[in-house]
């Protein structure tokens, strides 16, 4: 990969492990008798469940094209919590979220679920990687909810790319970033990349901080070359998967001087408190002088202009 990849020592064996597994670091993921697991007709069901909550969202769409903004923003947020309890998992909201308006919405990166769980209470246009247009399913989904997919390889591209957010915020339009442009753990996290705060900035918008933390972590993280069906297994296997999310206090962008102030703060919001932080999450991500601005749904994503994409995930 090119080298201004953004990367997280994240690993599937590292990482992902169900809770009381006894493994150590680097050893092949497993299970022992009595961990806290799903039997498989009710991973069956719940994997169905939401496998068919996601398509009749793809089936339902063009129909709410007619719709006013404030019913379709509606009944996205139903649905993405619908495809979220779908698949077994437990969210709760805190916080107090940004009233309507333009806002760049940013988040750490844990899991393909971050999409769904943001979309739930600050749905927006989110920004991926090019790849996921051409994904079977999620990639009419992604396109026909104004993602904007960025090509990562094109270091170039980069400014269009800031150019295309920064015109959907102007516009009144709510976009969502995970700056990290990479998936992490959840517990360890990676730098916020400056550049994507920029559209925050000429657009004259405020940036709206998600921390986004799941219990047991194990069960949801999705990193590395994790595959997406192994983390769609883990989850739907998983008893009593929880996902906290917590919308932090909005940050005026005419209050700090440049991108880098803002990012900052932004990371310091986002951030776990320093008591409970490993000392894995000091590492940053490797590096940062090409300032990619961060693609989003999942792993490792870059830029390209008009339009958006993470890197693995559903979008």
């Not at 493994?23 to 719940?46: E, I, S």
């Not at 979220?84 to 940013?106: C, E, I, M, S």
């Not at 790849?131 to 990562?152: D, I, N």
């Amino acid at each position: 990969m090119p080298p201004w990849f953004p990367t997280a020592p994240c690993t599937p064996g590292r990482c992902t492990a169900h809770p009381g597994t006894g493994h150590r670091a680097g050893d092949r993921v497993g299970r022992r008798p009595g961990t806290a697991t799903a039997g498989p007709l009710r991973a069956l069901a719940r994997l169905a469940a939401g496998a068919g909550t996601v398509l009749l969202g793809v089936l339902l769409a063009p129909g709410t094209a007619p719709l006013p903004s404030a019913t379709r923003l509606a009944l996205v947020r139903c649905w993405a919590r619908t495809v979220v309890r779908a698949f077994g998992v437990r969210a709760r909201y805190t916080g107090n979220p940004a009233p309507a308006g333009p806002l760049l919405v940013v988040a750490n990166h844990v899991s393909w679920l971050d999409v769904p769980l943001l979309a739930a209470v600050l749905p927006g246009r989110a920004v991926a990687k090019a790849e996921v247009r051409h994904w079977p399913v999620l990639g009419t989904l992604a396109a026909l909810g104004g993602t904007l997919f960025v090509e990562r390889d094109r270091l170039r591209a980069l400014p269009g790319t800031v150019r295309a957010v920064t015109g959907a915020l102007a516009d009144g339009g709510r976009v969502v970033v995970f700056p990290e442009g990479s998936t992490w753990c959840g517990r360890a996290g990676g730098r916020f990349r400056p550049a994507v705060f920029q559209a925050a900035l000429d657009a004259g918008c405020a940036v709206q901080p998600v921390r986004i933390a799941y219990r047991p972590t194990e069960g949801a993280a999705y990193v590395g070359d994790d595959p997406l069906g192994a983390s769609l297994w883990r989850v739907v296997t998983t008893r009593r998967l929880t996902a906290e999310v917590h919308a932090a206090d909005p940050l005026p962008g005419g209050r700090y001087p440049d991108r880098r102030a803002l990012a900052a703060a932004a990371e310091r919001a986002v951030a776990r408190p320093a008591a409970l932080r490993p000392a894995t999450a000091q590492r940053a991500v490797a590096s940062d002088s090409a300032n990619l601005s961060p693609p989003s749904v999942h792993q490792r994503a870059m830029p390209r202009p008009a339009a958006a994409s993470s890197s693995r995930t559903p979008s």
